[in-house]
């Protein structure tokens, strides 16, 4: 059923749980992890730290939140339609166009399509939850600390350890979302 | 090292990496215990404990991943809680305890991953 135009509920939640989220996830990473990486006494005079930190809190603290956001959505919302029981009369064996309405199922009637979902959403379903813990920490550090972070090396460098483990995390959630998208779209 | 300039103790914020650590590890200890579905009497199992969904309404239709995440959100906070009520004020081995959260990260890492849990699931 049409729910934003031509999209229907399913194709909009979807969107925003992999392009909204997943873009600003990315654009907060990279703006917060340039951040943190030239936060150094030899780089910044005082008012270079002072202009900069409010703009490394927006990121770490915004990466944080969508990292939630995209997880409670992608979990509570979209992974539900996902893994959803065809009725009765469907043939599970077979990929036909009733199937389609249930991508877990119409993954699973092919061994060819199999993996998509016994590798990459059983992966991406569980890794990308490490995420958000990970860039929570961040957040609390660089808000913490704020203008006192750059005197701090071990903890800059702990910061830029976790915000690349939050990527990872969610970045490979997001590439098997993607693939996984393509192969058998919620929609 | 605070550069020889006065700054605030580290403890907080070892606490926050340390929680971290946790529920990462707590989820992949999750997703094993789903996977082994150890009977508990009955038709309770593992699996079955972990479908918050179906057990508390919380999600419709998410199924053990519910109780997954719910229990390492809850592991993550309860930890965080209880690390930086301990560590407030202090100076601490920073090293030492992002050693310890980055070890933590690196096994919920390897418990979420497929060929790995796989290998717990029940045979027949």
Redesign the interface.
Same mark, same amino acid.
């Given at each position: 059923m049409p729910f934003f135009g031509e999209i229907t509920e399913r194709e909009f939640w979807t969107l925003i749980h992999g392009m909204v989220l997943g873009a600003l996830f990315l654009l907060a990473f990279g703006g917060g992890f340039a951040g943190v990486w030239s936060l150094k006494q030899r780089l910044l005079t005082t008012e270079g730290v002072e202009e900069r930190t409010p703009r490394l809190l927006a990121g770490t603290v915004i990466m944080a939140v969508v990292a939630w956001l995209t997880v409670i959505t992608g979990t509570f919302l979209v992974y539900p339609w996902y893994r959803a029981t065809p009725p009765e009369g469907i043939d599970r064996a077979l990929q036909s166009e009733a199937l389609a309405e249930f991508p877990r199922f119409w993954l699973l009637a092919n061994e060819a399509t199999a993996n998509w979902h016994e590798f990459g959403m059983e992966w991406k379903e569980h890794v990308a939850w490490i995420a958000p813990f990970l860039a929570t920490a961040v957040a609390f550090a660089v808000a913490y600390y704020g203008l006192q972070l750059i005197r701090r090396e071990e903890i800059r460098r702990a910061v830029m350890v976790f915000m690349t483990l939050a990527f990872l995390a969610a970045g490979a959630a997001g590439l098997y979302g993607a693939l996984i998208t393509k192969a058998a779209a919620v929609g | 090292?605070?550069?020889g &300039?006065e700054?605030?103790p580290?403890g907080? &914020?070892a606490a926050?990496?340390l929680?971290?650590g946790i529920?990462?590890f707590v989820?992949?200890l999750m /997703?094993i215990l789903a996977e082994m579905a150890i009977n508990l009497g009955g038709e309770t199992t593992t699996r079955t404990i972990l479908d918050f969904?179906k057990n508390y309404g919380l999600?419709?239709? &998410?199924?053990p991943?519910?109780g997954? /995440?719910a229990i390492?959100?809850i592991a !993550?906070v309860v930890s965080w809680v209880i690390a930086h009520l301990a560590l407030r004020g202090k100076e601490v081995n !920073?090293?030492r305890y992002?050693a310890a959260? &980055?070890i933590l /990260?690196a096994i919920?890492?390897l418990l979420?991953?497929?060929?790995f849990f796989l290998l717990f699931e029940p045979s027949g």
């Open positions: - | 090292m605070s550069n &300039v700054t605030k580290n907080p &914020v926050a990496f929680a971290a529920g990462s989820l992949g /997703v969904s999600g419709s239709g &998410v199924g991943l519910s997954k /995440v390492a959100t !993550f !920073f090293g992002l959260a &980055v /990260v919920g890492f979420t991953f497929p060929p």
